[in-house]
């Protein structure tokens, strides 16, 4: 049997148990912000860090959109631990080596809403949201299922608590 919307549009394949036949497609966030371009990567590769550094912190400037932070990809060329952490970013400035945030969708580009800065040195070490020992010279990964989100002026840091010479971090995330 076949529906048809009332202005002869539409059509609704329906099987002989009177259940709808339908496609479906599944996306992740990430990828569905992606198609309208609200989706951005920020890169601090090849870093030098000291013990204690801020390897990298994105700040949400946007006045009316949150930032859902969707992964973090990490790695470094020396054991160690890494914490990430939330800061409250009203009360400072982020200092340190800008990085530009890379939409993802090739096609939109544009500028995004946030403060991405590397060998970040104005924050103080926020609200832990998880810490993980990291072997050297092994690509980690961090699913945060979008379940960080980042309000106007606030901010996520990624920081390596022992010296190494060569550090890369990523963080992954979306305006809506």
């Not at 400072?92 to 500028?111: D, K, M, R, S």
């Not at 010279?137 to 840091?157: C, E, H």
């Given at each position: 049997m076949?529906?048809e919307?009332?202005?002869?549009?539409?059509?609704?394949?329906v099987?002989?148990?009177g259940?709808?036949?339908?496609?479906s497609v599944?996306?992740?966030?990430?990828?569905?912000?992606?198609?309208?371009?609200?989706s951005?990567?920020?890169?601090?590769?090849?870093?030098?860090p000291?013990?204690?550094?801020?390897?990298?912190?994105?700040?949400?400037?946007?006045a009316?959109?949150?930032?859902y932070?969707s992964?973090?990809?990490?790695?470094?060329?020396?054991?160690?631990?890494?914490?990430?952490?939330?800061t409250?970013?009203a009360?400072f400035?982020?200092?340190?080596?800008?990085i530009?945030?890379?939409?993802?969708?090739?096609?939109?580009?544009g500028?995004?809403?946030?403060?991405a800065?590397?060998?970040e040195?104005a924050?103080?070490?926020?609200?832990?949201?998880?810490?993980t020992?990291?072997?050297?010279?092994?690509?980690?990964?961090?699913d945060?299922?979008?379940?960080?989100?980042?309000?106007?002026?606030q901010?996520i840091?990624?920081?390596?608590?022992?010296?190494?010479?060569?550090?890369?971090?990523t963080?992954?995330?979306?305006y809506?």
């Amino acid at each position: 049997m076949k529906l048809e919307g009332a202005t002869g549009g539409n059509v609704l394949n329906v099987d002989v148990d009177g259940r709808a036949e339908t496609t479906s497609v599944i996306q992740n966030s990430l990828e569905h912000y992606t198609d309208s371009g609200d989706s951005w990567a920020w890169s601090n590769v090849t870093y030098d860090p000291d013990a204690q550094d801020t390897i990298i912190l994105v700040k949400n400037t946007h006045a009316t959109k949150n930032l859902y932070i969707s992964k973090i990809q990490f790695s470094s060329d020396v054991a160690s631990e890494v914490k990430v952490h939330l800061t409250d970013g009203a009360t400072f400035t982020p200092t340190g080596t800008a990085i530009v945030g890379i939409n993802l969708n090739n096609n939109v580009g544009g500028t995004a809403y946030a403060t991405a800065i590397g060998d970040e040195t104005a924050n103080v070490l926020g609200n832990i949201i998880f810490h993980t020992q990291v072997v050297a010279d092994v690509p980690n990964q961090f699913d945060m299922s979008n379940a960080v989100v980042l309000g106007t002026n606030q901010s996520i840091g990624v920081d390596l608590v022992t010296a190494a010479t060569a550090a890369f971090t990523t963080i992954w995330g979306y305006y809506k």
